[in-house]
């Protein structure tokens, strides 16, 4: 049984001193939720007070990005492995924002995700349409192929260790959300997916979060979903009490 799992992006928001207090209220919060997964993405700058702050609690840290070779002449980049000695556990790879905004292509999230790997990190894999290739019918050939590039060359087992989050593009801070059944259709393609490629293990093992304006009143009907495992949340996870609502909202079996 999988358990919730509640992933916040900070994306470009917050400095050292407000990271250390919001995730030390934060933090005395959650300590009394006994049945769930959450992670917090501060920016880079970030990465090391969140680890200090949050070590021996139940919230992990997550890097919004890594480059995929350890070390060498790549001006502005970070490391696996460098995610890894701040003290983080996560990174996510593959946000629209970084495919939309920085030029990430499949084929650099596919060698993102093997970096994290072999740092011994968990990847946060999104994957998710525009709203012309919804429009054009073409959401599920976008997670297919999405998908199949970032996986390729994977083992059941680090499948089975990864976090996936179907972010549709245009949900992303619109306030605008998928519909259940738009959200149901996608996790379940998305599931039927890993399962043809990885086996039925894997595939109930992987994490398939939903992202996309989620917030304290939305986040119990999309975890109604029977495929949907958690969320990734942007705006509303800026602040402790909404972020906190969100994580409590989303306490079920899943
Ligand atoms: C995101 O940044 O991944 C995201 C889903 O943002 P928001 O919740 O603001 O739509």
Redesign the pocket.
């Known amino acids: 049984m999988r358990t919730p799992f509640l992933a916040a ?1 900070w ?1 470009m928001f917050k400095t050292v001193d407000e990271t250390v207090t919001y995730l030390r209220e934060f933090c005395a919060l959650t300590a009394g939720v006994a049945r769930a997964e959450i992670v917090v993405a501060p920016p880079f700058t970030a990465l090391r007070a969140a680890a200090d702050v949050t070590r021996g609690t139940n919230v992990g840290v997550a890097a919004q990005d890594c480059y995929w070779e350890r070390e060498g002449a790549f001006t502005g980049e970070v490391s696996a492995a460098m995610i890894k000695d701040a003290g983080a556990g996560y990174v996510i790879i593959g ?3 970084r495919r939309r905004l920085f030029g990430d292509t499949d084929e650099w999230v596919k060698r993102k995700i093997g970096a994290v790997l072999a740092s011994d990190l968990t990847p946060i894999v ?1 994957v998710g349409e525009t709203l012309e290739e919804r429009d054009a019918n073409q959401t599920l050939a976008v997670l297919d192929r999405q998908l199949d590039a970032a996986l390729d060359g994977l083992t059941p087992a680090q499948v089975g260790s990864l976090v996936i ?1 179907y ?1 549709p593009v245009w ?4 306030g605008r959300n998928a519909t259940p059944a738009q959200a149901g259709e996608a996790h379940a393609h998305i599931r039927a997916r890993l399962r043809g490629a990885f086996g039925q293990e894997a595939a109930e093992a992987c994490h398939v979060l939903y ?4 917030k304290p009143d939305n986040i119990k009907d999309l975890m109604a979903l029977e495929d949907v495992d958690g969320a ?6 800026l602040t402790v009490p909404s972020f906190f609502a969100i994580v409590t909202g989303a306490g079920r079996s899943v």
């Open positions: 992006n994306k946000h629209s924002e999104c989050a972010e949900a992303i801070g619109t992202g996309g304006s989620v990734l949340v942007g705006g509303a996870s």
